[in-house]
């Protein structure tokens, strides 16, 4: 048996970890043009600002693919025969697969300003990106972030680390609307400023501004010009599905393959996980999860159907977590879903960036978590959703959920918030 | 991002560059000079001091004091990392350095309670610890044998090897710019499992040897050649001066420190402590773990790199699997750099075992 799997990402090699596991002496041959080792694309940040090394976010000793007798490709795929079960490569040559996994993961959206095509315009998500902008930041003196997502607070925390003058332009009237509220998203937005970060609110680029094919500057709402000499493009990212055209593989509304509870193409042998993939969410919606955790967890699925075995996929109440700047993010359930009738009991501890939002139904039902600043345990948090437990219960009991570290200030609920709003 | 952290791998002295070389042959110099010769002696003496061990005991402390408010403006934001600090600063300057001078003042040979057999094999030699009052000899014996299993159940290595141990003291301190350069490679682990029991062992024969042949009322003073006196005493001379030259001198003061620039600085600490070695055992059937909050974990790799005793956390934490090592000395700096808040450190009893045959690699599978 012969398995191909098209990505080295976190859901490519843990399904090949996972084939592995159950068979021995398969042959497994893993093809990825981005880099000769799986690494946390997560951490780009840290390796781009010298906090880790670039071998520090290789999760895996160099030998793993010796050891566990994977076969790897520095190729590009660029056409899928399904009906001769065959692939090209760039270079020209073919490789036969019995079983395919794709894994292709998300390429950055882009959008065509003009001038997109300038030296000096990226963006922050393969490889090649880190090495760009590590070369570009040594001579750089201003940055101009476009996109007000994570990977734009990421970029913009590490610019300004380098030394570097960073105007983040954000196209909605706070930071991060589809996770934060809007007292929330301007918290975040004081500390970036607080950190000398410009960020620039309801502010959109018009151009991109150039002298002899190099960036020098953007034109924003309204007609101001920005001198720069990077920009960095962050507005999304999109399934790297384009190679896959004529395939006969079915897409979904947003470009992502679409895929059964077992990870399932619509074509026979072929599997598909991670971020190129459309899976049904926990509210019943097909998208990509374009997570870590869900691309792991949809690789080791994937892994081990392909071996014959019938996992489903399935994921339950969402959560998720993040880090902006210094201020730590945990979300559980179902915030920023405007549920009918939904209140939220929000809270701030005095002036610190720690706040506790709590989305509860008119029955007084708890639906979900939005918490900033501290730790909290978010098994913890989605259990008592999926309890249905009752915000007075849940005020009363929020101390049990803290997993800061030992010795933290405790966290306490004022007495007259305690009660319900 | 974690301040402090910033750059540690675009500086020559953190990441084995030609400065870091450097320090490393000044602290080897320094050590051996130390250890082996009196060339301290004339600015100990010049300095009032008296020996040049005062003089090593004083840049010793200073080193943590100094060494900690370094550290502090790293992670001093966590009152974890304020209190065990406080704790080691105070457990270096007091108890192992003021109250043994003070002890000297009056007359008496200095001790420190805050350091136990077999660290300090001293304190189990007969010809030694007889010299002190019954209480201090009783002290002796019970927190090695029974204070030191007790504490390390219940809260596990951390008490001792992050907030109390002067060599402890000394790699979370002076050795902070250096932790992440620990080895976290499968083959350091399976050398750690050999070296570290093999000193353990070797204590253990040297502490026996030097008691029967006292019992037997023969006295060797250590690395002294005797040939008036029987074989035993001959050998267990022998061997308690070998034991003094190799761990003491070289193991866990010439390389445990001189290699910090180069190795991180937990070397003695991790593959040569007979006293971690104690710990380590009781720590694994104790309270003490850290605790992996399930699928949060992104892989970013901070916690492993700046775990100075060479753990691969993130192949725990991206396993969703809690976890008991042996060698964690409970620093919680892996929990303190996590970007997603992945780790804690927890004494609880409720720990499920691991799956057997575990190795940072294949409990991904
Ligand atoms: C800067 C940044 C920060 C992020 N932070 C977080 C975070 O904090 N939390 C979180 O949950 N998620 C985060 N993500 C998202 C997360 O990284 C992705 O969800 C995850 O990496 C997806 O994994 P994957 O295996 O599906 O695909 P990828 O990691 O994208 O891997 C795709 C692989 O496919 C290969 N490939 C693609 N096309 C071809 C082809 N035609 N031929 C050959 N090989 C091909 C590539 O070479 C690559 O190896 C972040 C992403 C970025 C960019
Ligand atoms: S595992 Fe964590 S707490 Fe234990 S030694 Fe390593 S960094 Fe410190
Ligand atoms: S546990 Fe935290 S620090 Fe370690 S790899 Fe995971 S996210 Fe990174």
Partial sequence: ?421 | MQAGLLRSFQNSSQSRGMTAWFISAMLFAFYILMYFTSVFDPLATALGLGSRWNLYGTLYTLAIIVGGIYFLKRHGNSRYHQLRTYSLIFFQSVMAFSIPMVMEIFDTKGFVFSIFWPLKMDYFYPQNIFEYPVLLIVYAFLSALIGVPIMTILFGKRWYCSWMCGCGGLAETAGEPFRHLSNKSRKAWRFEKVSIYSVLVLAIITTVLVLVNWSLGTHAVSGEWSTEHSTLNLVSSKVQGAYQFIVAAMLSGVLGVGLYPLMGSRVWCRFFCPLAAILGIFQKFGRFRITVKDDMCISCGNCSTYCEMGIDVRAYAQANQSFKRAACVGCGICAHVCPRGVLRLENKWDFKTEPAGLTPQSIDF
């Fill in chain 1, 1 to 421: 048996m012969h398995y191909v799997i098209i990505g080295n990402g976190i859901a490519g090699i843990t399904a090949a970890n996972k084939l592995r596991g159950r068979d021995s002496s398969a042959q497994i041959s893993i093809i990825s043009y981005e880099h000769d080792h799986f690494f946390s694309r997560t951490a780009l940040m840290y390796a781009f600002c010298g906090q880790l090394s670039e071998r520090c976010i290789e999760p895996y000793e160099r030998d793993h693919y010796d050891s566990m007798k994977f076969e790897r490709m520095r190729d590009k795929v660029v056409r899928l025969d399904a009906d001769a079960k065959k692939l090209s490569l760039e270079s020209g040559n073919e490789i036969n697969y019995d079983r395919l996994l794709i894994a292709s993961g998300s390429l950055p959206l882009m959008f065509g300003w003009p001038g997109v095509e300038f030296e000096g315009v990226g963006n922050f998500v393969t490889w090649q990106d880190l090495k760009w902008l590590k070369e570009k930041s040594e001579s750089a003196k201003r940055a101009v972030i476009v996109g007000g997502g994570l990977i734009g607070i990421e970029v913009a925390e590490i610019l300004l680390k380098a030394g570097i003058k960073v105007t983040f332009l954000i196209r909605e009237d706070f930071f991060w609307p589809v996770a934060l509220d809007k007292t929330e998203g301007l918290m975040i937005v004081e500390q970036m400023r607080h950190h000398g970060c410009d960020v620039r609110l309801s502010t959109e680029m018009k151009q991109i501004l150039g002298a002899d094919g190099k960036v020098v500057g953007v034109e924003i709402t309204g007609g101001e010009k920005i001198d720069t000499d990077i920009v960095v493009i962050s507005i999304g990212v999109t399934p790297q599905t384009a190679f896959l055209k004529d395939s006969g593989i079915e897409y979904g509304e947003r470009g992502g393959i679409v895929v059964n509870d077992y990870l399932e193409t619509n074509i026979k042998d072929i599997f598909a996980a991670g971020d190129c993939t459309e899976v049904v969410w926990f509210n019943g919606v097909r998208r990509p999860e374009q997570l870590w955790y869900t691309g792991r967890d949809q690789g080791e699925i994937a892994g081990l159907n392909m071996a014959g075995d019938k996992h489903e996929y399935r994921r339950s109440t969402f959560y998720n977590s993040a880090k902006l700047f210094d201020t730590e993010y945990t979300t559980a359930g179902l915030v920023n879903f405007r549920l009918e009738g939904e209140h939220n009991w929000y809270m701030r501890e005095g002036k610190t960036d720690r706040t506790v939002r709590i989305v509860y139904l008119p029955d007084q039902t708890v639906a979900g978590f939005n918490m900033l600043g501290r730790r909290w345990d978010h098994r913890v948090l989605v259990k008592w959703i999926e309890e249905k437990r009752k915000l007075d219960w849940v005020l009363e009991h929020l101390n049990e959920a803290n997993y800061d570290e030992e010795f933290m200030p405790p966290f306490e609920i004022p007495k007259e918030l305690s009660g319900v709003k």
